[in-house]
């Protein structure tokens, strides 16, 4: 890695990320049934119908993983707190569930860790799926109960706080395209969900800051979108595909309105008095985190409803998930975050899956490498360009469940065989520590 900590900002925090379904194991400590759960019984949902019921074994094992965080010289570990461990029915408090995220944090805190809370990373209670889940704007206003009731916990003691954790994803990729729990591809759904869970940012804002709390942000994914072809028709749909992957939300936290063409589509679906929201969605919040991957190539789909528009497959070198590698994508959007906002920025993931192999203890993860090269060295040119970067989490700590891919797709700094649950640091995260160390 080409980089040491003398080419950043003093102060700047180099962190992994993990979220809780994906890590901790959802059968332990009493939380209650996800829509995750469910969505992986599914006839081809997921790969191989795994689901979260052991994962990592986070919950008994954090104590390592953390030990790993600190060994590597990190400063900060993202981390998610699972409404359902929480909440098992969405309500009720579950007091083990409390204690679990107590001792997460307080471990990490003993290690010189600064923990980096997010709110909602995706594992829904299945009694709120059971009333419409995010279609239904009675499950922000559980969100916001949940918030408050977490941080009332270890809200004392987190370094920040984001509510959401890519709401296109929660979204549009969960009620549109299918892919996600719950699997809907329903319009209306889709617009209600688009809207309800940028409500739940609000209200967990508005909630949290009536606590005292500060350091409270949200996390979006972005995803450059450009035309398949020089023809004007896909020139407009890659925009409309900016619209509703992008600026939807960037546009709703920063200025409080939704982008032109793509609430015009979605406005016949949309809940009663949307546009009443639309303050407490911009209120004002003290950072915003970019999750980036990749960039996709869009053409026009007349054949297809609205928005008529789908990806192909581009040229660029792919990640394990058939991602292109792309790292001029996440200088863009750090330029695009900073004009929107003024605020500090943290890039809170940015990672790739490789089909990596663990050969006599070793995992030799040289593309992984280039990878992080490349990205950090794009958010250098950012920070060069004024962009008020404060920090950089890697996608992820350890191999975990990848949602729909099950354990397939690597994206750890660390190797995890899910049969002796036996970490393995990849050479990546060899090769990130001695960086740090410099
Ligand atoms: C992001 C998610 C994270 C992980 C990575 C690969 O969209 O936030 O949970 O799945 O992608």
Known sequence: MDFTRDDFPEGFVFGAATAAYQIEGHRFGGAGPTHWDSFAKGPGNVVRAEDGATACDHYHRF??????????????????TSWARVMPDGRTVNPEGLDFYDRLVDATLERGLKPFQTLYHWELPSALA???????GD??????????????RIGDRVASTATINEPWCVAWLSHFLGHHAPGLRDIRAAARAMHHIL??????VERLRGMGRDALGIVLNFERALPASESAADAAAAALQDQIYN???????????????????LAPHMPEGWQDDMALISQPIDWLGVNYYT?????????????????????????QMGWEIHPEGLHHFLLRARDALDLPVYVTEN?????????????EDTERQRFMADHIAAARRAIADGVDLRGFFYWS????????????????LVHVDFETLERTPKASYHALAAALSR
């Open 63 to 80: 104590e390592e993983d953390l030990d790993l965080l600190k060994a590597g010289g990190f400063d900060a570990y993202r981390f998610s």
């Open 130 to 136: 059971d009333r419409g889940g995010w279609a239904n």
């Open 139 to 152: 499950t922000a206003l559980a969100f916001a109960d949940f918030s408050e009731t977490i941080s009332a």
């Open 199 to 204: 409500l739940a940012h609000g209200l967990a």
């Open 247 to 265: 600026r939807w939300f960037l546009e709703a936290i920063a200025h409080g309105r939704y982008p032109e063409d793509a609430i015009a589509g």
């Open 295 to 319: 960039r996709s190539l869009i053409r026009s789909a007349p054949e297809t409803p609205w928005p008529a528009l789908a990806p192909v497959e581009g040229p660029l070198p792919k990640t």
């Open 351 to 363: 990672g790739m899956a490789w089909d990596d192999s663990l050969r006599a203890g070793v995992v």
């Open 397 to 412: 700590l350890l191999d975990n469940y990848e949602w729909a891919f099950g354990y397939e797709k690597r994206f750890g």
